[in-house]
């Protein structure tokens, strides 16, 4: 083949882990220059005197040194309050972690009774699925495997949003100190700290990936279609625990955000993060469990299922029928290359540019993605070329399409491209400097309804681009690849994984240093620069979750078209009447599952709302400063709240595919997976860009930059007022239900996809005795 010239064997497993290595170290690099800021007292002087170039800050004066009024209480207080979020968050997701870890250890014995079961627990090898000229490996191997894929890819996860959390709280202080000397010198620190999590994400995702299929290949030789059947475990168990992670973490950050809202800014007329509101601690501290640690375990989980995907397909395509090992880790190396592409691109927002305006800093948060975008279409070239045959086929429901390597270029480029897109039309409508969100903040002159009815309606019209961009990926990648296509459009998308989760991390960074900002009293100069940073950072994070609602929907149709493949369903005939109630009661799955986290939200947020209450009515001098709230309750309260609360949705997402697939069949549970991924899509997508709009509209009256914005405000104006009820009711939807939907639909597919061969033998008993 004419790829090995270009790419031998022996190189590609050097470079897919070396690849993994650099964007580790690269992370850590980023972790010590952030560390450099230091958050005490005593420090402050070595860190100003420190040697580091004017560009990073270090030797730059603060404004209060120049003004005179330099007071080291402030960054003892930042200090405190920093300690007191990564303390709250540190113990949510312990406590959270025990309860999933039993889930895990249920979920894993379950892969290995329900897949051993396949042939009885038998211990000979059997013939293949695809080729039954040849023998497979038994299928209790693969159930083995699977079941250690699994727990590999939860404790992966699991690990990724942990760390994802630490940073972020070791960074959100730094940023506050930082904004003393310039916005600037604050966006660098909270970018490179967005940076640290994005790379260590993206690189140890790849590598553990990467060590599990040689360790497996041990065992498995020749037999591949065994081994990456039994690599899918590693994407169950990654998005497994995003889901919780989402789902806790979004009903933590809402319950406590809403009930901080409601009673502090609507009835007792203080500013947001005000240290007088008993809720200010676990509404930061929820920015870090829901936005950081849901987010990089969710991201993860689609990174780890489209891999999954994609390398199932080609197991049973020429790269695994011959045994091209560089051509059959094609996805790894596209991957590889995104790591090295990301890591320039993260040098032009932190060495190449400085900011040195407020206006500057979303400009430079979009360049990323396009730059990225740009030079990652360079390096998929250059990958296609050197890591795949000029002509192999692909594996089609039962026959091998031929397939041209600039054709896979141009799937992978088509879902790149995709997420650019949804990305900046996800922008335009939730970015307060564009006429849709500045409409719904014009709408709040005549109260909350009418800024709902907008918000509503905003978010309904947003769905309309994003899906004729996914429509289009899945046409031209279908055309070219079949299934194999999707996945690999998929991975597109989130081959720039590393950038989009600096740029998301950043914007709950941001948010954390205003709060504290605000917590330690320091000057309306430095709120105003941190509330720049935030108000970009709600934009980024809004096309964060862009990209991964739109790669999700592509993960779940590569997924599905494997499940259809593995489970032996030939044709998915939606007039039969199996398939016609999958669909139906698969479209309704979606709302079940946002009614039940809303509702939460909105039961956590009603304890919360009533606990805020009797702390100022109970606590003497609480208004007047001279008391301090006990912030221990309400961060309980979101605690026990959440934990309690992520069950039922865990339980309906992970139960519906078994209990769907063992009693109706493959085909009703093919016919659940397309209604729940078409449906699933649309709410999620105008879930998150509502919530986001109904956020920027009130920042947008709170920043009075424009006359517009000023004729609806101050903050306390009956608009504002209206403003602020919008937020609250889009809060669950952005943070909560919206990010949670974009993991039901893949993780519906991808755990029919492990459980497969269980549900092709033993399926559908109810119709067998009808």
Not at 122 to 144: G, H, I, M, R
Not at 240 to 255: E, H, N, P, W
Not at 428 to 450: I, K, L, M
Request: hydrophobic share 50%; aromatic share 10%; charged share 15%.
């Amino acid at each position: 083949m004419v790829a090995s010239a270009f790419l031998p064997e022996l190189w590609t497993e050097i470079l897919i882990p070396v690849c993994a290595v650099v964007g580790i170290a690269f992370s850590l690099f980023q972790w010590f220059i952030v560390s450099r800021v230091r958050v005490s007292a005593s420090d402050q002087g070595a860190s100003s005197s420190s040697s580091g170039g004017a560009k990073n800050g270090y030797g730059d004066s603060l404004i209060e040194e120049e003004e005179g009024v330099n007071d080291q209480s402030v960054v003892a207080k930042c200090a405190e309050i920093q300690t007191a979020i990564s303390e709250g968050a540190t113990s949510f997701l312990f406590t959270e972690y025990r309860y999933v870890g039993v889930f895990m250890v249920i979920f894993a014995a379950i892969i290995f009774v329900f897949l051993g079961s396949v042939e009885g627990f038998s211990t000979e090898n059997k013939p293949c699925t695809y080729d039954e000229t040849k023998t497979c490996k038994p299928a209790l191997a693969t159930a083995a495997f699977s079941t250690i894929a699994f727990v590999l890819g939860a404790v992966t996860s699991v690990l990724s949003g942990f760390l994802g959390m630490k940073i972020a709280t070791y960074a959100n202080a730094r940023t506050t100190l930082e904004a003393r000397k310039g916005v600037g010198k604050a966006f660098i620190v909270a970018f490179r700290s967005g940076a640290v999590m994005g790379f260590l994400l993206a690189a140890s995702g790849l590598l553990v990936l990467y060590v599990t299929i040689n360790v497996f290949k041990i065992y498995y030789g020749d037999d591949w279609e065994g081994l990456f059947e039994a690599i899918t475990g590693y994407g169950l168990g990654g998005s497994s625990m995003a889901l919780f992670g989402r789902v806790g973490g979004g009903i933590y950050t809402k319950a406590a955000d809403v009930g901080a809202d409601l009673v502090g800014k609507i009835e007792r007329n203080i500013p947001e993060d005000d240290p007088r509101n008993p809720a200010v601690i676990a509404d930061n501290v929820g920015d870090n469990v829901g936005d950081i640690a849901g987010m990089g375990s969710d991201l993860f989980g689609s990174y780890a299922e489209a891999s999954c995907a994609a390398l199932v397909v080609a197991s049973i395509s020429s790269f695994g029928i011959n045994h091209d090992f560089t051509a059959m880790c094609y996805p790894l190396l596209v991957s590889s290359m995104g790591i090295l592409v990301c890591l320039i691109t993260t040098l032009f927002a932190t060495d190449f540019f400085e900011i040195k305006a407020v206006k500057e800093i979303e400009p430079a948060l979009k360049n990323q993605l396009i730059i990225s975008t740009v030079i990652m279409t360079v390096g998929i070239a250059v990958v296609s070329y050197v890591g795949l045959p000029t002509s192999f086929t692909i594996f089609n429901f039962g026959t091998q399409k031929v397939v041209q390597n600039w054709q896979l270029f141009l799937c992978v480029c088509v879902g790149l491209w995709a997420g650019l897109i949804i990305g900046f039309v996800t922008e335009y409508y939730t970015s307060n400097a564009y006429s849709p969100v500045q409409d719904v903040a014009d709408s709040c002159r005549t109260g909350a309804a009418t800024n709902v009815i907008f918000g509503l309606a905003l978010g309904y019209k947003s769905v309309i681009i994003p899906i004729f961009a996914i429509a289009v990926s899945i046409f031209v990648s279908f055309s070219f690849a079949a299934m194999y296509g999707v996945a690999v459009a998929a991975l597109g998308m989130l081959s720039t994984i590393a950038t989009g989760l600096a740029i998301d991390a950043y914007g709950p960074i941001s948010d954390n240093a205003g709060g504290i900002a605000e917590m330690a009293g320091m000057s309306h100069r430095i709120r105003e620069r941190t509330d720049a940073l935030d108000a970009a950072g709600n934009t980024t994070a809004a096309i964060g979750k862009g990209f991964a609602i739109g790669s999700a929907a592509l993960v779940s149709l590569a997924l599905f078209g494997a499940f259809v493949s593995r489970a032996g369903v030939h044709t998915v005939d939606v007039l039969t009447p199996k398939v016609i109630i999958g669909l139906l009661v698969g479209a309704m799955l979606p709302y079940w599952f946002s009614a039940m986290t809303m509702k939460s939200v909105g039961s956590a947020a009603l304890k919360m709302v009533e606990e805020v209450r009797r702390q100022f009515n109970t606590i003497p001098g609480l208004m007047e400063g001279t008391a301090k709230p006990d912030y221990a309750t309400c961060v309980k309260i979101s605690t026990d709240a959440s934990i309690k609360e992520m069950i039922p949705p865990g339980c309906l997402v992970m139960l519906t595919p078994l209990i769907v697939g063992f009693f109706f069949g493959v085909e009703t549970l093919s016919g659940v997976l397309a209604g729940s991924l078409v449906s699933g899509v649309q709410i999620a997508i105008s879930a998150s860009n509502t919530g986001g709009a109904w956020d920027n509209a009130k920042k947008y009256i709170e920043a009075g930059v424009s006359e517009h914005a000023k004729s609806l405000g101050p903050k306390g104006s009956e608009p504002h007022k209206a403003a602020v009820i919008g937020d609250t009711i889009g809060d669950p939807l952005k943070d909560t239900s919206g990010p949670s939907l974009n993991i039901l639909i893949k993780l519906m597919a991808v755990e029919s996809l492990v459980f497969a061969p269980f549900f092709a033998t033993h399926g559908g008993i109810l119709f067998k005795y009808l």
